[in-house]
């Protein structure tokens, strides 16, 4: 069976893109596959990275594998829906990298698979809000810190297994997303947009990245870069202590771990209201500890540090239990 569609990618010049799905009509998801695949393009197009799509012609064929081609990725049917959602969005996210910025993903797969990964976080949701995809982050939270885990500038080709695969994947998705949450979408979005401009089908290599997503953004990041990508340690955030100080609630943070992550602080009271906080990965260039400070809206039940994607090895010091 044969299903096609046409998706607007470009507003201004009205450049639109055909998207395939050619399949085996025993595979029952894959009736499903050309929305998912058309609402990949245009959420690529319009939302992340927001760069309209640059190819006539995107097709998702039926087949043995999970592997991109330029505009073509080859899918094996899969029996769960959401599975099928990120594999979709994932392969055809790589329609922009390697294949449009021409990265070289045999040296350095996190320049390739990294941004597949983020792209399937970000996009998945998008198509089914009641997605929430954490793929890689419990081999991740599982091996940061072992003899598995080496840094992400190691050459692809010098690594193999868990340690290809956690470079190539989660650790590179999460440094762009953590980097995403400093910056914020606006400008995040404008460095992204900077290195997609100036180096599309010019084969950067990951020195281009780091000065073009610096010059983007017009902040100097190479505190992060160097922290979480060149050098080893692993992800490890603590709630080191908790209370009440006269009409205001203090809960102190500790980074035990060398990996910038991300506080999401989520207290919980006995009515069951919640009330969330947020600091991002800036908070640790120079500092190991964060206070947050808050007027509490009633009697709190417990703290908890944390969200699907940050990263931590160690959660059992994560939960905060009042008394």
């Known amino acids: 069976m044969w299903k096609s569609k046409s998706v607007e990618v470009d507003p201004k010049t009205g450049r639109r893109t055909r998207v395939d799905a050619v399949f085996n009509p025993d595979h029952k998801d894959y009736y499903d596959v050309i929305d998912y695949a058309s609402e990949?393009?245009?959420?690529?197009?319009?939302?992340?990275?927001?760069?309209?799509?640059?190819?006539?012609?995107?097709?998702?064929?039926?087949?043995?594998?999970?592997?991109?081609?330029?505009?073509?990725?080859?899918?094996?049917p899969l029996e769960d829906h959401a599975a099928t959602i990120e594999l979709t969005d994932h392969e055809i996210m790589h329609t922009m990298f390697p294949f449009y910025m021409g990265t070289n993903e045999t040296k350095y797969a996190w320049m390739d698979e990294g941004w597949a990964t983020i792209g399937e976080w970000l996009i998945t949701p998008i198509i089914d809000s009641t997605i929430t995809d954490d793929y890689g982050m419990a081999p991740y939270n599982n091996s940061a810190g072992t003899e598995n885990d080496l840094p992400i500038m190691t050459l692809s080709t010098q690594t193999s297994g868990l340690a290809y695969y956690l470079n190539s994947y989660p650790k590179a998705g999460l440094g762009y997303l953590y980097v995403k949450g400093m910056l914020g979408d606006k400008l995040f979005t404008k460095a992204l947009h900077h290195y997609i401009e100036q180096w599309h089908g010019k084969h950067p290599m990951p020195y281009d990245f780091f000065y073009s997503m610096n010059e983007g953004a017009g902040r100097n990041m190479n505190w992060f870069w160097k922290r979480w990508v060149f050098e080893d340690g692993y992800p490890d955030l603590a709630i080191a202590q908790a209370g009440k100080q006269n009409d205001q609630y203090r809960v102190v943070i500790q980074a035990k771990g060398s990996k910038p992550v991300p506080v999401?602080?989520?207290?919980?009271?006995?009515?069951?209201?919640?009330?969330?906080?947020?600091?991002?990965?800036?908070?640790?260039k120079n500092s190991d500890s964060e206070t947050i400070s808050f007027r509490p809206k009633g009697t709190i039940a417990k703290i908890k540090l944390g969200n699907t994607h940050d990263a931590d090895i160690d959660h059992s010091d994560n939960t905060f239990t009042a008394k």
Do not use: C
Request: glycine letters at 4%.
């Open 40 to 76: 990949t393009v245009r959420a690529m197009s319009y939302e992340f990275p927001a760069w309209p799509y640059p190819y006539p012609h995107e097709t998702v064929f039926d087949g043995l594998a999970q592997m991109e081609y330029p505009m073509m990725v080859n899918d094996n």
């Open 264 to 284: 999401h602080l989520t207290v919980t009271y006995k009515d069951g209201s919640t009330q969330k906080f947020h600091r991002d990965i800036s908070v640790w």
